[in-house]
């Protein structure tokens, strides 16, 4: 069974440019998470959905981060303008509605320049 | 959800257990324990969880205490593929967000 697929694995941005991540789940699965680990960090939520809904984007911030999962299945994670301070790992998880179970992606490194 | 501690770090000579405590001591009734783990580069991998009962899977066992303000995952033959950073977290059975603390780095040692 494949796993959660995120694509690029690197990105390498210099700052106000534009971003996108991208996140395929794991097939079936309904829930889908995109998390911010910093360095040293654990991660931290930033947007959970349930099929297509945004059922929790409270630390989420909205003036420049944006995501949508139109379809219920793969989901885009945007930045728009980068800051420095965006340099992170970004993950996308995906789990069954339901279960506290969630399964991770490699993520992808984005560093700001 | 309740707080939990956890040592920064240990060491684990390969072949032998791996020990890894987590107290919870404001865990409530309805909130189960977690464990994931974290390899260099890699994201998050749950490894088992466990309401009162002591759990064991493929991967790892879970003990939990009887009053259920600590427990230990325990990693019975370590690897040097354990080496990883290990996070212990406490939820709620209908709660769906993870909130990751900075976990204890097992470093294995050959």
């Known amino acids: 069974e494949a796993g959660v697929v995120q694509s690029p694995r690197y990105k390498i941005i210099e700052k106000k440019q534009p971003v996108a991540f991208w996140c395929n789940p794991i097939s079936g699965h309904n829930t889908l998470y995109w998390y911010l680990q910093n360095l040293g960090q654990g991660p931290e939520l930033l947007i959970r959905y349930e099929n297509e809904e945004a059922v929790d984007d409270s630390q989420l911030p909205k003036d420049r981060f944006s995501a949508e999962r139109l379809k219920g299945v793969d989901s885009t994670l945007k930045i728009q303008p980068a800051e420095l301070g965006d340099s992170a790992v970004y993950l996308c998880a995906s789990g069954l509605q339901g279960l506290s179970e969630q399964y991770f992606g490699p993520g992808t490194r984005l560093t700001v320049t | 959800d309740a707080k939990t501690t956890q040592p920064p770090s240990m060491d684990c000579a390969e072949g032998r257990a791996a020990n890894l405590p987590c107290n919870h001591s404001t865990i409530s009734g309805n909130e189960y324990v977690y464990w994931y783990r974290q390899i260099h580069s890699q994201g998050p991998q749950y490894i088992i969880h466990?309401?009162?009962n002591n759990e064991t899977n493929e991967m790892a066992s879970l003990i939990i205490t009887e009053d259920r303000k600590s427990s230990t995952l325990i990693l019975p033959h370590a690897t040097l593929r354990d080496t990883a950073v290990y996070y212990c977290?406490?939820?709620?059975?209908?709660?769906?967000?993870?909130?990751f603390g900075s976990g204890t780095q097992l470093t294995v040692l050959p």
């Open positions: 466990g309401l009162k």
């Open positions: 977290i406490v939820l709620s059975g209908s709660a769906r967000q993870l909130t």
